[in-house]
């Protein structure tokens, strides 16, 4: 059903998945941290080493991402944009697997973070899994850039779901359930998926 809509939605613009199929990189897992707004992370705590707090969170996540095995990982503003995919199509599970952990583990870093400095700390998470471009942008070296599909629908989540939780998709929930504890949230309109049932990630079984 969600590839059907995003078929019609392409048709709209005169283009289909085929015409897409050299950038688009299919079921593709997404995660978006939203951080915490930046007027409350623009001082240093007590007991932090950084300069300010947001610097210490994101030397925080920067660990923590580079020892999870994460095949993407960009920042822009206030949001974290994370992602798993590989070009065997059998490795989606992995992949969905991969980022639930992630997030779970910088989930309880920055839980861990807000006791210590005793603050509350606004930040939320979202993952979906689904299509989303692809482009190579000619830095040196050259960088990866991805942007549209399931990046979008992790968006509207994150910025939509209580603060401190992981919000799923159905698409997430349905691949890992098997493997982590989720609790529903209830159905919300998503683009280009339609109303679509949404759940909230909330440990590892």
Not at 176 to 190: C, E, H, I, S, V
């Amino acid at each position: 059903t969600r590839e059907a809509r995003l078929e019609q939605t392409l048709m709209l613009a005169n283009a289909s998945l085929d015409d897409l199929e050299d950038n688009a990189i299919e079921r593709a897992t997404i995660a978006v941290l939203k951080l915490p707004m930046w007027t409350t992370v623009a001082k240093r705590p007590a007991s932090c080493e950084e300069s300010t707090a947001m610097e210490a969170i994101v030397n925080e996540l920067k660990r923590s991402i580079e020892n999870s095995g994460l095949t993407y990982a960009a920042m822009l503003d206030d949001q974290l944009v994370l992602a798993a995919f590989s070009s065997d199509k059998t490795a989606v599970t992995a992949s969905a697997r991969c980022v639930a952990t992630a997030m779970l583990d910088l989930r309880d870093r920055l839980l861990e973070l807000e006791g210590r400095w005793n603050i509350n700390l606004d930040f939320s998470f979202a993952i979906d899994i689904g299509t989303v471009m692809s482009m190579m942008v000619a830095t040196e070296p050259p960088t990866r850039h991805l942007w549209g599909g399931a990046i979008g629908v992790a968006k509207v989540l994150s910025t939509s779901t209580a603060r401190r939780t992981i919000a799923a998709s159905e698409t997430a929930y349905e691949l890992l359930a098997d493997r982590f504890l989720f609790r529903p949230r209830g159905t919300y309109f998503l683009p280009e998926t339609g109303d679509m049932r949404t759940f909230v990630l909330v440990d590892r079984l």
